[in-house]
């Protein structure tokens, strides 16, 4: 745990790093626990001006929680149902500390060098500058382990442009650089080659500087560059016109039909849709239809939180680590296995309330 992140300050930055390359920076509990207590001592240290997050080697920012510990802590050490007490904490911890990178007050510069993915998502969309390589790989690919896109994906999903935000989650879609920068995903392209003349400007500008906001735009303006290509730009149209329906069965009705008139984008996307958790598909679009409509992030992370605690008490998040981290057969066995066998009622169920152990802040 303790050479899982590395914590630097060099003048008025503070830095970040991830330290667990060979799981892609997979984000455990004791980074959570190690984290959250020097973001708020930064805070109120006057000294540092921002902080800067990043994770080893060349690979990965941070490819999502550590949601193969979690599955351990069940099916091996619990026999197969949950909670288990990491399920309860681990959650609980990420997502108090995906509130406080959105309500953090200096600025907070991600530096997303390679996957980025879930929990990962999390620790940089909720911050002010989310400064994308071309290394970026960018996705919330949850609903493909009988999950949902959480870290406040509630939040900043249904807020992206369009019903984008419906099809990144549906679908767990990736994206490169140029196209998490078209959306706003990504704030800023500065080229890998340049990541180290970048982080020493920024350091050197901000020791200079009483202002961390404005060294930093100064030190972007000389190193970010413009991105051309946004490519779902040509999709948009079939994206809005598909994902705007109102159920998951219409939203795999509009994309066949649009794939009948010859949208190969649109056929790709259904044929995704089919091998998706059907749970997670209709947990997922409630989630984002009730999250544009709520007015701040707690009140979005009150839900995920539930949602969370009740994935854990069904079969489809074993199942999704089974096939895709643990057997990696990526073969699994969805139960249900069809949208018709998920029901309103069992959706509902995963949206109630969790009596003695709601989340707060
Ligand atoms: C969905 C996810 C995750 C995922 C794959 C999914 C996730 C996550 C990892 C991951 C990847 C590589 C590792 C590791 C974890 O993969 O959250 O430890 O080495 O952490 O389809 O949500």
Redesign the pocket.
């Known amino acids: 745990m303790s050479e899982e992140i590395r914590f630097t300050v060099d003048g008025g930055l503070a830095t970040i790093e991830l330290t667990r390359p060979r ?2 920076n ?1 984000l455990t509990l004791g980074m959570i626990r190690a984290m959250h207590p020097r973001l708020e001592a930064w805070e109120d240290d006057e000294s540092v001006m921002a902080v800067v997050v990043k994770g080893e080697g060349e690979k990965a920012f941070c ?6 510990a979690v599955y351990r802590s069940i099916v091996d050490d619990l026999g197969g149902t949950g909670p288990s007490e990491l399920s309860v904490s681990f959650f609980l911890e990420e997502y108090r500390l995906n509130h406080a990178i959105h309500a953090f007050s200096k600025p907070y510069v991600a530096i997303l060098d390679g996957v980025t ?3 990962g998502v999390g620790l940089s969309v909720h911050g002010s500058h989310r400064i994308a390589t071309e290394r970026l790989m960018f996705a919330m ?2 609903t ?2 009988g ?1 949902f896109p959480d870290v406040g994906g509630g939040w900043f999903l249904p807020r992206l442009p369009g019903e984008v935000g419906t099809y990144l989650a549906l679908t767990g879609a990736r994206l490169d650089a140029a196209g998490a920068l078209a959306l706003g995903i990504a704030t800023h392209f500065v080229p890998s080659a340049r990541l180290t003349g970048f982080e020493a400007a920024l350091a050197t500008t901000i020791g200079e500087s009483d202002d961390g906001r404005a060294a930093i735009n100064d030190v972007l303006a000389r190193f970010s560059q413009p991105l051309a290509d946004d490519p779902l730009a040509p999709h948009r149209g079939v994206i809005d016109r598909c994902f705007q329906a109102a159920s998951v069965e219409a939203i795999l009705d509009a994309l066949d039909r649009e794939a009948a008139a010859g949208s190969a984008f649109a056929a790709d996307a259904a044929e995704t849709l089919r091998h998706k958790c059907p749970t997670s598909l209709k947990i997922s679009l409630e989630q984002l239809r009730r999250g544009r409509a709520m007015s701040s992030l707690a009140e979005v992370l009150t839900m995920e939180y539930r949602l969370s605690q009740h994935c854990m008490q069904g079969t489809e998040f074993f199942e999704g680590i089974r096939a ?2 643990v057997d990696k057969d990526h073969a699994p066995k969805w139960s249900p296995d069809t949208l018709a066998g998920v029901t309103n009622g069992l959706v509902a169920q995963h949206f109630a309330a969790i009596p003695g152990r709601e989340f707060s802040l």
């Open positions: 799981a892609l997979a490819a999502g929680g550590d949601v193969r993915m879930g929990g690919p949850e493909g382990i999950l895709v981290l």
